[in-house]
T-cell receptor, first 115, second 112 residues
Framework: GAVVSQHPSRVICKSGTSVKIECRSL??????MFWYRQFPKQSLMLMAT?????????EQGVEKDKFLINHASLTLSTLTVTSAHPEDSSFYIC???????????FGPGTRLTVL | QKEVEQDPGPLSVPEGAIVSLNCTYS??????FMWYRQYSRKGPELLMY????GNKEDGRFTAQVDKSSKYISLFIRDSQPSDSATYLC????????????FGGGTRLMVKP
């Protein structure tokens, strides 16, 4: 149980384009989903928290107009990196929680490379 | 000072050894403690999830929480090369929703 998927697993795009990453909870309904960014050999950096049907809460320093998060259903959240630049290249990981008393279950991650 | 401290390693052990991974923390309000395993270029996988102080065992893994010392441990018995990964400790308070505070991760290498 508690399986989270991400799509795509890897994406390469040109500078200036937008990229959408999907995060799905496959066998449970996630009241809350989280988006993280991870640089090589570093720990997870929380970007934003989203609850189904409401606006995402962004961490300090994360541009909400650049990283658009939509949590349209209890099983799907999307992260869109708009007008991507090479410095946005990173490993993006989502996680999902069943409820307030639950922990987070992580997806397999998406490696974004912006040329 | 970070809220959660974790030695980055790398920690190198021979196959079959007992591994001890540790985290210290400063926030006494943390009540829930987790250990995640992360293989290279993969998402973290939940290994252990404990509440408050005490021990929890699951197969070759044992998690210990000592709230009085603000210290948590993960022990791996009979370590295998497949245990080679980065281990992240994480914790949260009662009223932080599902927000987790992570340690920086310890890289473990088990050599055959």
């Amino acid at each position: 149980g508690a399986v989270v998927s991400q799509h795509p697993s890897r994406v390469i795009c040109k500078s200036g384009t937008s990229v959408k990453i999907e995060c799905r909870s496959l066998d449970f309904q996630a009241t809350t989903m989280f988006w993280y960014r991870q640089f090589p050999k570093q720990s997870l950096m929380l970007m934003a928290t989203s609850n189904e049907g409401s606006k995402a809460t962004y961490e300090q320093g994360v541009e909400k107009d650049k990283f658009l998060i939509n949590h349209a259903s209890l099983t799907l959240s999307t992260l869109t990196v708009t007008s991507a630049h090479p410095e946005d290249s990173s490993f993006y990981i989502c996680s999902a929680s069943l409820g307030r008393a639950d922990t987070q279950y992580f997806g397999p991650g998406t490696r974004l490379t912006v040329l | 000072q970070k809220e959660v401290e974790q030695d980055p390693g790398p920690l190198s052990v021979p196959e079959g050894a007992i591994v001890s991974l540790n985290c210290t923390y400063s926030n006494s309000a943390f009540q829930y403690f987790m250990w995640y395993r992360q293989y290279s270029r993969k998402g973290p996988e939940l290994l252990m999830y404990t509440y408050s102080s005490g021990n929890k065992e699951d197969g070759r893994f044992t998690a210990q929480v000592d709230k009085s010392s603000k210290y948590i441990s993960l022990f791996i018995r009979d370590s295998q090369p497949s245990d080679s990964a980065t281990y992240l400790c994480a914790m949260r308070t009662n009223n932080a929703g599902n927000m987790l505070t992570f340690g920086g991760g310890t890289r473990l290498m088990v050599k055959p």
